[in-house]
């Protein structure tokens, strides 16, 4: 797979460098992509496929067939992804889309989402680039990116309201791919009614940064139950980021502190600070390792990291006794600010893979600290899992407790516009895409 996706956006730079005029033989058609209907048919799901793996301009938005919808890998009783086959379901006033014996219908446990917003993740570009590894293994190409959503219910399948859900309720939730989509077949697992207070852009916003956030909790000993151990102290890299911003505000809920934040500019501390960071520290302009070393003497109970190689090392040699490394990403072994892909990229990433650092058992054992690691999209099968994480994320939000991130709302049709500026490193909180 790597290979293959070197090769591929290796092309894309090539092309994109040397033969601009040739950027159109890189597209790949999708089976399921209507090339003939009226463009400006508004019943038929907008989505943004991309075809093989390359850079922004793999980002193609089409409409699809009749009656088809994106879908994510774990509705395996229904069909493959990214697209559904034509669904039957019924419109306003009972009347059906299709009167086609031969269409199948809505899964007992799905719904059909009629998706108002979805957001941007890191991820969702790693995925472009051929790199992330859930995505080939469930998915392959071509596919539609995306966790995060948030709409109405448009049909629901099996008996009416057994689920608590009806036509018409504003939700959220997550689909395993398949969300840069106008239409979505979700299972109602996935899904939970919008809090009043929130609009649907913020809602987007918050699935996957809120599950992740709540699940390196979970990893670092300090939810559900709070920790047993005396120290208390974490550091959270990129603490005004989606993620970060999440771990921060439920570890104050969770009781744990000092809590120390890592952000990348000084545009950045006073948003970190109002989450509820004890201490900012802008690793631009000061010695982060220094203050976090005065800050917690006896090293960190937890430190969640996601940027990779550039801080693997310090993280786990700042962390105290019991103190746990918890990992959920490695944005500095990617390029940042590039869409494009060059062969000096992929040699930068070759050198900063074979520079991770390697964690010695016997030092794990006698230093009684632990590294841990972790992607939800691999989470398919964990049901009970996902869905308490799903109910305290909802339950603190009802609360008042947890907040919306800071949000950036894009368009869809600025969808290389929104990729270009979270891998910029530049955004804060979360940039949200509305589809219509």
Known sequence: NVLLAAWANILSWLVETLFPSLKHTLFTKCASEDTESNSEN???????????????EQLRTIRLLPNVMTVG????????????????????GDETSCISSSMLSVPDDCVIVSNKYFSINYADCTIRWGLYESANEFVGFPIVPGFDLA????????????????????????????????????????????????????????PAVSLTALYTLFLAGAWPSPTMFTNKAVLV???????GSMIVQMAKIVGLGPIVGVVGSKSKVKYAES???????????????????KTSPNG????????????????????GS???????????????????????EWVKMGIKMFSMPAFDPMDLTVSNRSVLAFNLSFFSEEIEVVTKLFD????????????????????????????????????????????T
């Open 73 to 92: 890998y774990n509705v395996k009783n229904l069909c493959l992804p990214p697209f559904t086959p034509p669904l039957k379901q019924k419109l306003k």
């Open 151 to 206: 709409g109405e219910i448009e049909f629901v399948g099996g008996e009416k309201h057994q689920d608590g859900f009806q036509e018409g309720d504003r939700v959220f939730g997550c689909t395993m791919f398949g969300a840069y989509s106008s239409r979505i077949l979700v299972p109602k697992k996935q899904l939970r009614i919008i809090p009043s207070h929130l609009s649907s852009a913020e809602a987007a916003a918050l």
């Open 275 to 293: 989450l509820g960071c004890d201490v900012v520290i802008d690793k631009s302009s000061s010695d982060m390792w220094s203050i976090a070393s």
């Open 237 to 243: 890299h990129s603490a005004a980021g989606g993620v």
């Open 300 to 319: 960190y109970a937890a430190i969640f990291d996601a940027n990779g190689v550039s801080t693997l090392k310090d993280s786990y040699d700042h962390l």
């Open 42 to 56: 508004n019943t038929a799901t907008r989505c943004i496929s991309i075809g093989r793996p390359g850079g922004l």
């Open 392 to 435: 305290q994320v909802c339950a603190w939000l009802e609360a008042g407790k947890l907040r919306c991130p800071h949000i950036v709302e894009m368009h869809i049709d600025s969808i290389k516009e929104s990729h270009e500026l979270i891998q910029s490193g530049q955004s804060r909180g979360k940039i949200v895409v509305k589809t």
């Open 322 to 344: 019991m103190g746990r490394l918890i990992i959920y990403g490695f944005h500095s072994n990617l390029p940042l600010g590039r869409s494009m892909l060059s062969p000096i």
